[in-house]
Structure formats: C-alpha cells, structure tokens
C-alpha cells in the first residue's frame, strides 16, 4: 500500500503564496506521475498540476505562470508553489500518485486533501 500526506494548507488573502507538500510513503517501487487535483465547492475535481518522473510537467491554463509543481524523487515528494492566489482558487486540494508497489500492483493513490482558502 501507498499513503500520500499532505500539508501546507491554510488562509491567504489575495495576491498571497502558499508551498503544498505532498509525501508519499508505503511499499513503493516506483512513482510514475505525481500531481495536484482540487475541487470545490459544488465542482468537479480538476487537474492543477502534474509532473512526471522526469521532471515534464503539465498546467491547467487557470493557474500558469502562477503555479509551480516540482518533485524530490529521492524523497518521494512532490511540491506545489502557488503564488499570486486567487479567491477562485479557494478548494480542497488532493495530491495524487500513479505508484508502482513491491507487490507489482500500479494503482493511482490519493491523499486526504487540504483545505486552501482565498480571502479577498
């Protein structure tokens, strides 16, 4: 199994900067894709950003040039920097990994989301 922990969340007015950090711990061989997905209130869940292995990364158009994701491979991390905070960007957001485990079981694994909300 793989268990992602998030952290960072929080309040922020407008124009502010949180860093999400997501932790990824289990029995894992390996981490293709890691990403950032966020829902909220009475929306779908939606892509924020993702990353692959080897460092290609892919934005929503909503947050680029506002966002950045980045990971630490050896430390099974991934981070999202998000500067120039909207209140539109109020949402839960999740960290997901496609983890390859010992077991040779690949699954898409979700943390437990935290809470970023926007004041303006």
């Known amino acids: 199994q793989v268990q992602l922990v998030e952290s960072g969340g929080g309040l922020v007015q407008a124009g502010g900067s949180l860093r999400l950090s997501c932790a990824a711990s289990g029995s894992i061989f390996s981490i293709n894709a890691m990403g950032w997905y966020r829902q909220a209130p009475g929306k779908q869940r939606e892509l924020v950003a993702a990353?692959?292995?080897?460092?290609?990364?892919n934005y929503a158009d909503s947050v680029k040039g506002r966002f950045t994701i980045s990971r630490d491979n050896a430390k099974n991390t991934v981070y999202l920097q998000m500067n120039s905070l909207k209140p539109e960007d109020t949402a839960v957001y999740y960290c997901?990994?496609?983890?390859?485990?010992?077991?040779?079981?690949?699954?898409?694994?979700w943390g437990q989301g935290t809470q970023v909300t926007v004041s303006s």
């Open positions: 990353i692959t292995s080897g460092g290609s990364t």
């Open positions: 997901n990994a496609d983890a390859l485990t010992w077991a040779e079981e690949r699954d898409d694994y």
